[in-house]
């Protein structure tokens, strides 16, 4: 063995070969980086460093660094190996509804690679990143017209994180017109968890408003619930069942009248894009996620963003940091001026999202995005018209936007349930849709195919459902409790996951060897 110049053996460790525990390179059972190599090995060979003392003023380390010394292809293949053992977008359909699990063009991740994007440093002197700015200059003003809006912040990092600050907003405005006493929020049952979270953790109460027997919310039932003490409505359009509200404009109206102002989850906004603008819906706050609708990475690809369109009343309020023209300069803004709020990320966001979403918007143009709208909701209703005959559907008065929701009532007396039913369909390679939300509808089953797939995908999948179906109904019980059987991990405790994950790990004891 090869030793470096520090006397490290290099090259692959004795303690691990890198190769997986089961010996079988087809279904790895992946190791992790700690237990494929140690500390004792070394993955480069540097010269010693040639520096008279230390510049770091006694702050030096003085015990080992106690990584695991790897070679690039053993961390290569570790990552590879990983990333093999989980559904992709790049591997397969994702229909996860209320996700917008879309294709991620290769155009946007060759723009982010552009040294002027991707090797800059956000404290940087402004005049060296004058084409960054004009990058988020550009997004804003998309974003902005798309929205027809006067305000846009760029810099939250989730939808969640966008409607805490749309919801900020909408408080500070409240206060600044003397109404800081208006302690509620309006939130339909059909909302998404995060919305009244949101509420919540800004001290707000939240007050459901019922969704009617067709899916919608009733604009009579908005003004039953308003009074003098509501700050606004968290409302969500197209909503969490697919259907485009139909009285969202009475409801903006009613919403306006009593004082409040109107917060939009836009989390939809692939249903409308280049179709309908929120802003002459009436909407006064608005998140976007570009990781949805914007073709962004996300579910394991992240980062997120989810910038916040802000209407005339509420722009003032909008946080810094914020791009201003000056002159022929774009400067950024970084310190709060009259009732603009202070920061809500470090430095500006997710600047290497920015270059994607903008990717996206440019490649397609305004015809583009409409057209990728309305793809995307034929999409939904063609699996809506193929599937309606075999699954129940509980909303069938409307046709149904970017999303097609299913309940579980086909399920009755299968011994199936909705969890077991989404397990067989990853034996069939497809990853989930989306299960029991909306919580209004027993066993929902909400699928987005969003406007990536193909018609021949489509059928696939719409043969596959129905088979599965099928066998449901023939009480073949096993292939769905049993599900999934061709994944990595079979049936996992996901509470317990989610309860109390192991996120460390511990060195193993070492066991002092007899001597031979
Ligand atoms: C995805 C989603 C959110 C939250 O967005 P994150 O980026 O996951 O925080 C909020 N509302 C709806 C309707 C969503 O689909």
Same mark, same amino acid.
């Given at each position: 063995?090869?030793?470096?110049?520090?006397?490290?053996?290099?090259?692959?460790?004795?303690?691990?070969?890198?190769?997986?525990?089961?010996?079988?390179?087809? @279904?790895?059972?992946?190791?992790?980086?700690?237990?494929?190599?140690?500390?004792?090995?070394?993955?480069?060979?540097?010269?010693?460093?040639?520096?008279?003392?230390?510049?770091?003023?006694?702050?030096?380390?003085?015990?080992?660094?106690?990584?695991?010394?790897?070679?690039?292809?053993?961390?290569?293949?570790?990552?590879?190996?990983?990333?093999?053992?989980?559904?992709?977008?790049?591997?397969?359909?994702?229909?996860?509804?209320?996700?917008?699990?879309?294709?991620?063009?290769?155009?946007?991740?060759?723009?982010?690679?552009?040294?002027?994007?991707?090797?800059?440093?956000?404290?940087?002197?402004?005049?060296?990143?004058?084409?960054?700015?004009?990058?988020?200059?550009?997004?804003?003003?998309?974003?902005?017209?798309?929205?027809?809006?006067?305000?846009?912040?760029?810099?939250?990092?989730?939808?969640?994180?966008?409607? @805490?600050?749309?919801?900020?907003?909408?408080?500070?405005?409240?206060?600044?017109?003397?109404?800081?006493?208006?302690?509620?929020?309006?939130?339909?049952?059909?909302?998404?968890?995060?919305?009244?979270?949101?509420?919540?953790?800004?001290?707000?109460?939240?007050?459901?408003?019922?969704?009617?027997?067709?899916?919608?919310?009733?604009?009579?039932?908005?003004?039953?619930?308003?009074?003098?003490?509501?700050?606004?409505?968290?409302?969500?359009?197209?909503?969490?069942?697919?259907?485009?509200?139909?009285?969202?404009?009475?409801?903006?109206?009613?919403?306006?009248?009593?004082?409040?102002?109107?917060?939009?989850?836009?989390?939809?906004?692939?249903?409308?894009?280049?179709?309908?603008?929120?802003?002459?819906?009436?909407?006064?706050?608005?998140?976007?996620?570009?990781?949805?609708?914007?073709?962004?990475?996300?579910?394991?690809?992240?980062?997120?963003?989810?910038?916040?369109?802000?209407?005339?009343?509420?722009?003032?309020?909008?946080?810094?940091?914020?791009?201003?023209?000056?002159?022929?300069?774009?400067?950024?803004?970084?310190?709060?001026?009259?009732?603009?709020?202070?920061?809500?990320?470090?430095?500006?966001?997710?600047?290497?999202?920015?270059?994607?979403? $903008?990717?996206?918007?440019?490649?397609?143009?305004?015809?583009?995005?409409?057209?990728?709208?309305?793809?995307?909701?034929?999409?939904?209703?063609?699996?809506?018209?193929?599937?309606?005959?075999?699954?129940?559907?509980?909303?069938?008065?409307?046709?149904?936007?970017?999303?097609?929701?299913?309940?579980?009532?086909?399920?009755?007396?299968?011994?199936?349930?909705?969890?077991?039913?989404?397990?067989? $369909?990853?034996?069939?390679?497809?990853?989930?849709?989306?299960?029991?939300?909306?919580?209004?509808?027993?066993?929902?089953? $909400?699928?987005?195919?969003?406007?990536?797939?193909?018609?021949?995908?489509?059928?696939?999948?719409?043969?596959?459902?129905?088979?599965?179906?099928?066998?449901?109904?023939?009480?073949?019980?096993?292939?769905?409790?049993?599900?999934?059987?061709?994944?990595?991990?079979?049936?996992?405790?996901?509470?317990?996951?989610?309860?109390?994950?192991?996120?460390?790990?511990?060195?193993?004891?070492?066991?002092?060897?007899?001597?031979?």
């Amino acid at each position: 063995m090869s030793m470096n110049t520090q006397g490290r053996p290099t090259g692959i460790g004795t303690a691990a070969t890198g190769m997986s525990s089961t010996g079988s390179a087809l @279904l790895p059972n992946e190791p992790l980086l700690f237990e494929i190599g140690d500390t004792e090995h070394s993955g480069v060979d540097l010269p010693d460093a040639q520096v008279d003392g230390s510049f770091l003023g006694g702050f030096e380390r003085k015990t080992p660094l106690d990584l695991a010394g790897l070679t690039e292809p053993e961390a290569m293949r570790h990552y590879v190996r990983l990333s093999r053992l989980n559904h992709s977008i790049d591997s397969g359909m994702y229909p996860l509804g209320s996700c917008t699990m879309k294709h991620n063009p290769r155009l946007n991740e060759k723009m982010a690679r552009l040294p002027g994007f991707a090797d800059i440093h956000p404290l940087q002197p402004v005049s060296t990143v004058q084409g960054a700015l004009e990058l988020m200059n550009q997004l804003s003003h998309w974003l902005m017209t798309l929205t027809n809006t006067a305000a846009v912040a760029l810099s939250p990092k989730a939808g969640a994180h966008g409607e @805490l600050l749309g919801m900020m907003a909408i408080k500070a405005a409240q206060e600044a017109r003397g109404q800081g006493h208006r302690k509620v929020v309006l939130v339909p049952e059909s909302a998404h968890g995060t919305n009244p979270a949101t509420a919540a953790f800004l001290g707000y109460s939240v007050k459901a408003v019922p969704a009617r027997a067709d899916g919608t919310v009733d604009v009579e039932a908005v003004k039953a619930a308003l009074s003098p003490d509501v700050a606004a409505i968290m409302l969500t359009n197209p909503n969490t069942c697919g259907l485009f509200e139909p009285q969202v404009l009475e409801i903006a109206a009613a919403i306006h009248q009593a004082g409040a102002f109107f917060y939009c989850d836009g989390a939809n906004f692939n249903a409308i894009m280049g179709v309908v603008r929120p802003g002459d819906l009436g909407i006064d706050a608005m998140h976007i996620n570009l990781h949805k609708t914007f073709s962004t990475p996300h579910g394991g690809g992240g980062p997120g963003a989810g910038p916040v369109v802000l209407s005339e009343a509420l722009a003032p309020f909008a946080p810094v940091p914020f791009v201003r023209r000056n002159g022929n300069a774009l400067e950024l803004v970084e310190h709060v001026e009259g009732q603009a709020l202070g920061r809500v990320t470090a430095f500006h966001g997710q600047m290497g999202m920015y270059v994607r979403a $903008l990717t996206y918007m440019l490649s397609h143009g305004a015809d583009g995005l409409r057209q990728a709208a309305e793809d995307a909701v034929l999409n939904a209703n063609y699996i809506k018209a193929r599937l309606g005959e075999v699954f129940s559907v509980p909303y069938p008065d409307y046709p149904t936007m970017h999303e097609a929701l299913f309940d579980d009532s086909f399920l009755e007396g299968t011994g199936v349930t909705t969890l077991d039913f989404a397990k067989a $369909l990853i034996d069939e390679g497809f990853h989930p849709m989306t299960m029991y939300f909306p919580l209004v509808v027993h066993g929902a089953m $909400l699928v987005e195919p969003t406007e990536s797939e193909s018609k021949q995908t489509l059928d696939h999948f719409c043969d596959v459902m129905a088979e599965l179906a099928e066998d449901a109904k023939n009480g073949n019980r096993e292939r769905f409790t049993a599900a999934p059987q061709r994944a990595p991990r079979r049936r996992l405790d996901e509470t317990r996951a989610a309860r109390q994950p192991i996120l460390r790990w511990e060195r193993p004891m070492v066991v002092p060897q007899a001597a031979e």
